[in-house]
């Protein structure tokens, strides 16, 4: 028995040897989980283009603002990384330093992809990081309404600007798709804190530290075949405010991509923007915190990228899809009217003249929203879940939960086979602020609370101008589409292993 098996190491040590070898310093820990053949038969590549203005222009995120922006801090970027299975199925996510998405943007590029590079709708993912320190992106007719028409046209102006670079960033990136490994790694952060606090009968916005959180980093991290890093996709749920100044910036995104591009060169750094509608950085306000906090996240990415990974195979499977989702009002236009001429501030006055301009643009008040939704699945090692609008925390947390590993239930398992089973579930990423940033998205709990994110801030958007809070169906639509969504992919999946 002894002499058996002392044998059978003596054969494997080389073999591990060798693979060892192989394996890049910054992903030795990765030989923790030993990598399949097809871990390393994707191909990845990475693209970054400057974004800030060189006009003056306002800046988005605060209402209160007058002025255009007064210089930078450091410049803005869209980025984006490009990844093919195998079989040549493509992926293309775009993070921005950006306050949204709006929808039009997203199709405008959505059509202009599938033309000229073949990418289906479902192959593109476009995020906003939500910096409240970049330009405005009005897009819309009610967006521009009441401007006055310089701002109109500089806005107007630099939106074409960002087609033009948004189209480049995409073709430089499969341009630059060449042989690469992509691993799945996390670690965590813990300078978001959820910002609704019961007060005075009311929710208001202020640091909560008993509230819910999601204090995940999720990490892609994407090698090339010599094991130097070529990009670094990394998420976190919390709003990107610490800053609320006059200069342009990334606020802690923009800082945290900074020094990991920094510590890496030849790596492109990307922000993904988590379910943070409800979570703020605390402190904030200065640009000390913007960086301390900046500094913060760099720090988990690294370690998530020296812990143990998870080498993510193909295929790659992709759907988008949008779910309905219904508003509890349905204001005719007198009571619109009324709405304007009673008004208490000029906010309400803004959003009532808005809602009466799209109803004679439009001839109607929307009574529903049809809102993207996209799933995306690394075999079945993987969910990646992107979510509309300014998505709050209960959506990350609920959608782990019901797609996810299990581990109490693996730890509980009554036999091996049931134990592997739990285990083997995906890890789940779940972004918000993907594709189309056109309210807060509350839980049916938020909703039901009310405050800023439960349909008191509906009022501030104008890219699609809101009528009022959703109705309680919300959470129910979301969480269906994604599970209608990623059902389908693992179905196809299933199938297509059936047939090869
Ligand atoms: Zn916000």
Redesign the pocket.
């Known amino acids: 028995m002894f002499h058996s098996r002392s044998h059978f190491r003596f054969a494997v040590v080389p073999v591990l040897l060798l693979a060892v070898c192989c394996l890049p310093a910054s992903a030795g820990r990765a030989a923790d989980e030993a990598a399949p053949d097809n871990a390393t038969a994707w191909k990845a590549g990475a693209a970054k283009v400057v974004i800030t203005p060189v006009e003056p222009m306002h800046m988005a995120g605060y209402a209160a603002r007058t002025e255009p922006a007064e210089g930078k801090i450091h410049d803005l970027y869209i980025k984006a990384l490009a990844v093919e299975d195998a079989k040549g199925t493509r992926l293309v996510m775009i993070t921005s330093d950006l306050i949204g998405i709006p929808w039009d943007l997203r199709k405008w590029l959505e059509e202009q992809v599938q033309e000229k590079f073949g990418l289906p709708a479902s192959g593109l993912l476009l995020n906003a990081s ?1 910096t409240h320190c970049g330009p405005e992106v009005r897009t819309t007719p009610t967006a521009l309404y009441g401007l006055d028409p310089k701002r109109q046209e500089r806005a107007t102006a630099y939106v074409k600007t960002l087609q033009g670079k948004l189209l480049q960033l995409v073709e430089e990136s499969l341009d630059d798709l060449a042989p690469a490994r992509i691993d799945w790694c996390h670690a965590r952060a813990g300078f978001a804190m959820n910002r609704r606090t019961l007060a005075d009968g009311q929710y208001q916005n202020r640091p909560n530290p008993d509230g819910r959180l999601d204090h995940d980093v999720p990490v892609l991290r994407v090698t090339r075949p010599d094991g130097t890093l070529r990009a670094v996709l990394f998420g976190y749920a919390c ?1 990107n ?1 610490t800053l609320g100044f006059q200069q342009f910036c990334g606020d802690y995104a923009g800082f945290a991509q900074a020094a990991i591009e920094e510590a890496h060169p030849g790596t492109v750094a990307l922000f993904m923007m988590g379910c943070g ?1 409800d979570q703020n950085p605390y402190p904030r306000r200065t640009l000390e915190l913007a960086q301390t906090h900046g500094r913060t996240l760099a720090t988990a990415v690294e370690a998530a990228i020296e812990a143990t990974a998870r080498p993510l195979n193909g295929p790659l499977k992709a759907a988008y899809e949008t779910a309905k989702l219904e508003y509890q009002d349905h204001p005719t236009k007198a009571e619109l009217e009324k709405m304007r001429d009673n008004a208490t501030s000029g906010y309400d006055r803004l959003h009532a003249e808005r809602l009466l301009f799209d109803l004679e643009q439009t001839g109607r008040v929307r009574s529903s929203y049809d809102a993207p939704i996209q799933v995306i699945r690394f075999s079945d090692q993987l969910v990646f879940v992107g979510l509309p609008g ?1 998505t709050v925390v209960d959506y990350s947390l609920r959608l782990k939960r019901e797609l996810g590993r299990k581990k109490k239930e693996a730890a509980a398992a009554a036999d091996a086979e049931e134990k592997s089973a739990a285990a083997e579930r995906p890890v789940v990423w779940v972004a918000g602020y993907c594709n189309d940033v056109f309210a807060y998205i509350p839980s049916l709990r938020i909703l039901q609370e009310g405050g800023y994110e439960g349909g008191g801030a509906m009022r501030y958007f104008s890219t699609v101008v809101q009528p009022g809070p959703f109705a309680p169906s919300v959470e129910e639509r979301i969480v269906g589409k994604v599970h209608e969504l990623n059902d389908r992919l693992r179905g196809e999946a299933v199938s297509e292993s059936r047939t090869e």
């Open positions: 939500h709003h405010t509608g300014e």
